[in-house]
């Protein structure tokens, strides 16, 4: 919700996502692209409240690295892991394709169906485990005839996964 009301673009991709597109499963975080700067960071932080933990420098880092920065919810130990969508132009493309869905009375965007499958194949080639496989192929299982399989092969190709996205794509 913070991130909507000071008008950071944002889209939930990784496990949430596969959850909502495709078979649910059980997370321990949540990842977050983002297209922010660096002037909006102390910003956000301070609107966070004293329920989260955030190192503002450590979130500025991670964005001029390109790596992930961790926001957790005190309370319940919940992680969420910020990265910025970068120069990439398959996450350019990715971010501009993203989905607003409601869900618990809120706007959220998650990134789309085809995306997300796109990503998990590629975090799977990068051996971050069979786990992403299995996820993109529920989400295939869920989404079927209504996934664009166009984009998906020209990315897969892009991405060098389409051995990955043909075992699994029927």
């Known amino acids: 919700r913070l991130l909507s009301e ?9 496990s949430y996502a596969s959850s909502y597109w495709g078979r649910p499963r059980a997370t321990q975080d949540a990842d977050i692209l983002l297209i ?6 102390d910003y956000f932080v301070s609107k966070l409240g004293a329920n989260f933990y955030a190192d503002a420098q450590d979130l500025k880092d991670g964005l001029a690295q390109g790596r992930m920065s961790n926001i957790i919810h005190k309370p319940t130990g919940f992680k969420m892991d910020m990265s910025t969508v970068g120069g990439d132009p398959y996450f350019r493309q ?3 394709r993203r989905k607003p869905v409601e869900l618990f009375t809120e706007r959220i965007y998650f990134a789309s169906a085809e995306d997300v499958i796109l990503t998990k194949l590629l975090w799977a080639s990068q051996g971050k485990s069979q786990r992403q496989i299995e996820d993109a192929a529920g989400i295939i299982e869920v989404q079927g005839h209504r996934l664009e399989k166009v984009y998906m092969k020209h990315w897969a190709e892009e991405l060098h ?6 075992k699994i794509l029927p």
């Not at 996964?161 to 043909?166: C, P």
């Open 94 to 96: 990715a971010f501009e």
């Open 6 to 14: 000071i008008n950071i673009p944002y889209m939930i991709v990784g």
């Open 36 to 41: 922010w700067q660096p002037r909006q960071v």
């Open 161 to 166: 996964v389409s051995h990955l996205l043909e």
